[in-house]
C-alpha cells in the first residue's frame, strides 16, 4: 500500500522538476528569429489559401456536371 502512494506523490513531483527545467531552457526568440517565424506561418497561410483555392476552382465545375446545374 506505500509502495502506491509513493508511487501517487512521485508522479507529480517529476512533472515538476521536468516543468521547472523546461522552463529553464526556454528563452525569448530575438527579433530576427520572430521574423523568420512570422514569415515562415505567412507563407504557410498563402501557401494553403492558394491549395483551397484551386481545389475549390477544380471543384465547382465537377460538381456543376455531377449534380447537373440544380
Known sequence: MSEKVKEFIDIPQSF????TQFM????????KEYIQICRAVG???VV???IGY??????????NILVGGA
Request: with cysteine; net charge positive; hydrophobic share 40%.
Open 16 to 19: 515538476i522538476k521536468e516543468g
Open 24 to 31: 529553464t531552457r526556454c528563452t525569448k526568440p530575438n527579433q
Open 43 to 45: 507563407m504557410g497561410f
Open 48 to 50: 494553403m489559401g492558394f
Open 54 to 63: 484551386f481545389v475549390k476552382l477544380i471543384h465547382i465545375p465537377i460538381n
